[in-house]
């Protein structure tokens, strides 16, 4: 089953504790957090004390989105803080495969994430040791943008990418960016496995109702 992974984003943080809380009662799988620091996007966003308190808020897994540049100075605060996934982007590291094994190390799943405009390719020597790959589809650094449809084919290229490989134990498939209940199963036909939501989640009214729209969307 396809995991839905709401992004507190698009919450109201003044009630975070019980907005984390409703997406793990309305069926969420993962918690989605995303971390901006006003450099390698233009938004700044959560740090590592907002991430430990929504671990004391849910069971669910916390996925940490870290769009911040030199991502290797803040791994082992985020690890610290509870995150069960820590993606750190292609884009923001020189180093990337020494991040993701910084990650490992700090016993966290380690996630890579490529921005809209970059290729698939550009991962290919690090998908193997991966435990999750965010495809942005769409430029990151702000909730309620629009889908770019490309990312259809990146999915579809990444999901190649793995076959061909042959890699031993896959990464999650996660896309991030503009995904609603009417553009949800293009993205899991395309190979996500995972999509995280944050406005279509926090702006629908009903999160239950949302949950519930998606699956049968997706027909599961
Ligand atoms: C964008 C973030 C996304 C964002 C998604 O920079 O990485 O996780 O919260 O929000 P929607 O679903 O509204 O595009
Ligand atoms: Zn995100």
Redesign the pocket.
């Known amino acids: 089953m396809t995991k839905i992974a709401p ?1 507190i ?2 919450a109201d943080f003044l009630r975070l504790g019980e907005e984390v809380k409703a997406a793990e009662e309305a069926g969420a799988d993962l918690i ?1 957090i ?1 971390v ?1 620091d006003g450099r390698f ?1 233009p938004n700044i966003t959560i740090g590592p004390l907002v991430v430990a308190a929504a671990k004391r808020a849910t069971n669910l897994p916390l996925d940490v ?1 870290l ?1 911040i540049i030199e991502p290797e100075k803040y791994i082992d605060d985020f690890a610290r803080a509870g995150a069960d996934y820590l993606t750190v982007h292609e884009e923001a590291t020189v180093h990337l495969q020494r991040a993701v094994q910084q990650i490992k190390e700090a016993g966290v799943k380690a996630g890579v994430s490529i921005n809209p405009a970059t290729p698939v390719s550009a991962i290919e020597d690090i998908v193997a040791d991966v435990d999750l790959v965010l495809v ?1 589809s ?1 430029n ?6 629009a889908f770019i449809p490309h990312a259809l084919k990146k999915l579809r290229q990444l999901k190649a990418l793995i076959k061909t490989k042959g890699v031993q134990s896959p990464p999650l498939i996660m896309v ?4 609603t209940p009417d553009n949800a199963r293009d993205a899991v036909e395309a190979g996500a496995e995972a999509l ?5 989640f926090y702006g629908s009214g009903d999160y239950k109702a949302l949950v519930k729209k998606v699956r049968e969307n997706l027909g599961e």
């Open positions: 992004s984003l698009s989605h995303d901006m996007v989105h769009m942005m769409v990151p650094g702000f909730g309620g943008q991030d960016g503009g995904i995280v939501m944050g406005s279509a």
